[in-house]
């Protein structure tokens, strides 16, 4: 599942991290933050999306 990329990460956000991680129960610190990007990804996705729809809508009309 994971390769061997890796970013660099400031010990004192990695210890707030690895924190907040075990609070909520994940396995590794990096299984959260796996799991933190790709929400933050999808959610993107979807807004770059819906923009994209209200253009197009626009373009044709059915919306001001």
Sequence with gaps: MFNSKKIALDKTLYDRIAK????AGYASVQAFVVHILEQQVRHLEDAKDEE????????LGYID
């Design 20 to 23: 907040v991680a075990a609070q």
């Design 52 to 59: 994209a729809i209200r253009k197009r809508l626009e373009g």
